[in-house]
Structure formats: C-alpha cells, structure tokens
C-alpha cells in the first residue's frame, strides 16, 4: 500500500530565505504522481505544485519548486523568497497510477515565517 | 469562478443522530471525492465518483456512513447513528483531470 512520510513537524525561517521541506513515499507502482499543498489558517487547502513520476525535470511554479529524487522516493519542497504569507501547514501527497484517483497525504509540516 | 461549495460549514450533532453533508463541485469537473482530516489520523480518502458513478469507497466506514452523487452537481455525504469518534473536518475535492484536486473548505462536524 501506499504510503507517505512527512518528518518535519514544524520550520520556522525569516521572511526572504529559502526553506526546503521533506516528504518520502512508498509504493509499488512504476508510474504516480507527486502533489504538495498548501493549507492557510483558514482550513483552505490550496494546491501548490505537481511532478510526474516518469518526468526526470523537476517541476517550478513560481517560487514553489520540487527536488524529485526518484531513486530516494523522495519529493522535496523548495520555497525560495519566503513571505509571511508562506505561512501555513503544508502536505505532501502521492497517487498511484494503479490507484484511481485517490490522494494519499502526509501528516503536514508548519511552516512558520516571521520578519 | 466559484470553487467547489460545501454546506453546511459546521454542524453539531447529538450522538446517534443523522448527519448529511452536502458538496457542490466546480462544474464541469467530472470527479469528485469526499476526505476527512483529524489531528490524530490526518487527511485520509474516504470515496470517490467519476461521472457520478460510485468508483472507490475503499475508505468508507463500513457502517453508517454512505455517499451519494444523485446529479453532476451535487454530492452528499451521509453519517447515521453518530458517533464522536465521528467529529472531524469533512472535505470535498473535484478535479477536471486526473491530475490535480481542488479542494473546498470543509465541514466541521462536531458530535456531542
């Protein structure tokens, strides 16, 4: 079964820095895809950015950005030029290719940035 | 463009009565699924439809709990008898694709 594994409860980091959270996954499928979302002090769960198990680039999207390390399962979180707004809980989740659609999550990371 | 719409966004129930969440998806998307979030178990799925056709309920509760999607508009989330190991937040997603999710705000269910 799938799985997905976040180890960073909580980072707190100055506004303007890079901060890189980690999220490892475990399946048995060859091909999956990668998510991370955001969720706000609202509850809003926002998503963020995708990479596709089979695509060697990593994915950028603003100043969100992957480190897709296919033979470590792992599928970091980049946020360069952090803003206090970049607070928030953020999740890392898989779907396998094999496993419709559903979405399997890590437990989250906070991530607090103050000035 | 309005996101997916879920009502109510709280609701308070007394234990062993009937709950029944309701979800409007983003139109035009033809999946749509149903999540639970606590502090202790996380984000986890709970049911899934694509073209309102029941696909996955593999994290469905097997008693009490059942999930409809009558119409492209609308799905609901049914809860008998509940319990307070119930109380959670309940989340909606739909998504045109394969790819992404969109997720609405949630219902808080609390269980006295």
């Known amino acids: 079964a799938q799985k997905v594994t976040q180890t960073q409860t909580s980072i707190s980091v100055v506004e303007k820095t890079t901060v890189t959270m980690d999220c490892v996954y475990e399946?048995?499928?060859?091909?999956?895809?990668l998510f991370w979302y955001k969720q706000t002090a609202s509850g809003e769960i926002v998503f963020l950015i995708r990479?596709?198990?089979?695509?060697?680039e990593n994915a950028t999207v603003g100043h969100y950005s992957l480190n897709f390390q296919k033979p470590k399962s792992s599928i970091g979180l980049i946020i360069t030029a952090t803003q206090i707004e970049d607070s928030a809980v953020y999740f890392c989740?898989?779907?396998?290719?094999?496993?419709?659609?559903?979405?399997?999550f890590g437990k989250g990371t906070v991530l607090l940035v103050s000035p | 463009n309005a996101g997916v719409i879920q009502t109510p966004r709280h609701k308070v129930t007394g234990k062993g009565q009937e709950a029944t969440l309701w979800c409007e998806p983003i139109?035009?998307?033809?999946?749509v699924f149903w999540y639970r979030q606590t502090i202790v178990q996380g984000l986890e799925f709970l049911t899934y439809?694509?073209?309102?056709?029941?696909?996955?309920d593999s994290g469905m509760p097997k008693e009490r709990f059942s999930a409809q999607m009558p119409n492209q508009s609308h799905s609901t989330l049914k809860i008998q008898s509940t319990q307070p190991q119930d109380s959670a937040v309940y989340l909606c997603?739909?998504?045109?694709?394969?790819?992404?999710?969109?997720f609405g705000p949630g219902t808080r269910l609390t269980v006295l």
């Open positions: 989740a898989m779907r396998e290719d094999s496993g419709y659609n559903k979405l399997t």
């Open positions: 990479q596709d198990s089979y695509k060697k």
């Open positions: 139109s035009g998307h033809s999946a």
């Open positions: 399946t048995r499928d060859s091909s999956y895809f």
């Open positions: 997603a739909s998504s045109l694709t394969v790819y992404e999710q969109y």
């Open positions: 439809f694509r073209n309102q056709a029941p696909i996955d």
